[in-house]
């Protein structure tokens, strides 16, 4: 069945237009309402926020669509995309709703909604409440003595900050280092910087003056620069750039180099190996993720398992398998001992505690392997067609499968949000990935030419 409204991570659109206005968002909490109102107990869902201006147009709205259905309302505010997942467990809710677009530009907002258990839901769940999104509500809206209501939660940044600094080894300490975080003007810029303080790190911090329309703006994870200028600028040992929901990061060294999830993930992966607690002798990572990755894990005893695109598709991997470690090469890593989904500012206290247990800086820590030359390029097509079906497109792929060989390999994937076919390859020839993803790329270009 054809999505209309949910994507790779939820929905999402450019604010106030689309499937991004106040109406849909009444309508997905009216949905959602629906679909999680299970026996007669008084439902309640938790909505958080990053710090987009079209947030104050969006939260109420779910607000609204959510007490329509007698289900009460609990607003954390500002609050990572993890910090939300957490929150819905630990407050026995029946669902959470976190209102972000994650890395993009703060034109765009989303919504990102978690079960009762924390985890992000099924396609099965999501195309049952776009089902109901379109099939109207007189039926279902219960009587005005049965009204759900709203309250805001005045502590739930504590409850996160302290979350996350249990997480930390307790016999370890952040004395003597000196930490970089950008918090990208996001949900993160109240918790990364004094769970940092907290543990004993001295903590520079940059991208913690949100004003609605900076979340992004040449900072976070999606533009590093930043971090590894400031970085080398205050002689600091590491840099910590997280993403707009805070659900990612990227690191940088102390010489100002950056490291992406693929490393992170590595390094992580040898740490919980070599102390006995990785189960399965598995990681789960996406198809995106580097051969040099794969060959690394190999060579120290742990399986590669791939998924497609998508944060939620490696936690179902590792769900099913009872992993405990997975991620994506853009950052998010996943470690289910601690949490249900992707969260930057745990994964970073992970990564730190390596550091102090091994007393070696970011640059010898965080280099387990080296990467395969990798070439990804972005192709847009006409809508309604679809290129990848076409003979002349599928046999450019063959082709370029052929021509590495077993050397590398060819990944081919459309965007869930827009009409564009990613062309990604990696291997050990530079000069031959990139004639194989020009080739591929040529070839859905002149289709829609």
């Keep these: 069945m054809a999505r209309k409204y949910f994507g790779t991570d939820g929905i999402r659109g450019k604010a106030n237009e689309g499937n991004m206005t ?51 309302v609990i607003m954390v505010g500002p609050m990572p995309t993890p910090a939300v997942a957490m929150l819905t467990r630990s407050l026995r809710a029946d669902l959470g709703v976190m209102i972000s677009a994650s890395h ?3 034109q765009d907002n989303g919504l ?49 900050m302290e979350f996350a600094k249990n997480t930390f080894p307790k016999h370890l300490s952040l004395d003597g280092l000196k930490i970089v975080v950008d918090c990208a003007n996001g949900a993160a810029y ?73 490393q992170l993930m590595a390094t992580v992966a040898k740490h919980m190996k070599e102390t006995g607690v990785l189960r399965g002798d598995a990681v789960v990572a996406t198809i995106m993720s580097n051969l040099g990755l794969e060959k ?35 950052g ?13 500012l745990i994964a970073a206290l992970q990564i730190l505690s390596v ?18 030359p990798q070439l990804l390029k972005n192709v847009r097509y006409l809508h309604g067609t679809d290129p990848l079906a076409h003979s002349r497109v599928k046999a450019a792929i063959r082709d370029g499968e052929n021509r590495l060989n077993d050397s590398g390999r060819v ?14 390859a990696e291997g050990q020839d530079d000069t031959l990935i990139a004639t194989v993803v020009n080739d591929i790329v040529a070839t859905v270009e002149t289709l829609s030419a």
């Design 22 to 72: 106040a109406e849909v968002a009444m309508r997905v909490g009216m949905a959602a309402a629906k679909h999680f109102t299970r026996g007669d107990h008084q439902h309640r869902v938790v909505i958080g926020k990053d710090t987009r201006l079209s947030g104050y147009m969006l939260e109420p709205a779910l607000a609204s669509g959510f007490i329509s259905l007698g289900m009460d």
């Design 332 to 344: 998010h890593i996943v470690l289910s001992d601690f949490a249900t989904t992707g969260d930057g």
């Design 190 to 262: 109240r918790t990364a910087p004094s769970v940092l303080w907290e543990l004993g790190a001295e903590v520079v911090a940059v991208g913690v003056s949100p004003n609605g329309k900076n979340i992004n703006d040449q900072c976070g994870s999606t533009c590093p620069e930043l971090i590894c200028e400031t970085v080398v600028l205050h002689d600091a040992d590491i840099g910590i750039a997280l993403d707009g929901d805070a659900d990612r990061l990227i690191i940088c060294d102390e010489k100002g180099r950056i490291i992406d999830g693929d």
């Design 355 to 372: 550091l102090v247990a091994t007393g070696k800086p970011v640059s010898e820590v965080c280099n387990s392997y080296q990467p395969y």
């Design 104 to 106: 993009n530009p703060f």
């Design 112 to 160: 990102k909604l978690f079960g009762p258990d924390g985890y992000k839901l099924s396609d099965e769940i999501e195309l049952e409440i776009e089902r109901r999104m379109d099939n109207g509500y007189a039926d279902h809206l219960v009587p005005s003595e049965r009204l759900g209501r709203a309250q805001r939660l005045k502590n739930a940044v504590g409850r996160y």
């Design 411 to 424: 990944v081919i994937r459309k965007s869930g949000t827009e009409p564009v076919i990613r062309v990604m």
């Design 296 to 330: 690394y894990l190999h060579s120290i005893g742990v399986n590669l398992i791939r998924t497609q695109v998508g944060d939620r598709y490696v936690v179902e991997a590792m769900r099913e398998r009872n992993l405990n470690l997975g991620g994506e090469q853009s």
